[in-house]
């Protein structure tokens, strides 16, 4: 599926993943391919990417929302720590 992390100054991060972890206001949660339409709010925390089985990356972003539809999923995020 692919990922953008976006902010309002840049494009953070863009490109295809297995899953993401992301912090939502109610708790991380993760989104896998084919994961049902979402929209969710985002609190400070820790965005974690994996490309695979062994390639993880982690972001820490300043709130936002998420967006997963059609194996696309679009995180806006405040800002990047």
């Not at 953070?12 to 929209?39: N, R, W």
């Amino acid at each position: 599926m692919n990922l953008e992390i976006l902010t309002p100054d840049k494009k953070v991060f863009e490109g295809e993943v297995t899953a993401v972890t992301v912090p939502g206001t109610l708790g991380s949660f993760q989104i896998l391919k084919d994961h049902a339409p979402i929209i969710s709010t985002l609190e400070d925390g820790e965005v974690i990417i994996k490309a695979n089985k062994t390639d993880e990356q982690r972001f820490f972003i300043k709130g936002g929302v998420v967006e997963a539809i059609h194996n696309k999923v679009v995180v806006l995020a405040e800002g990047i720590a």
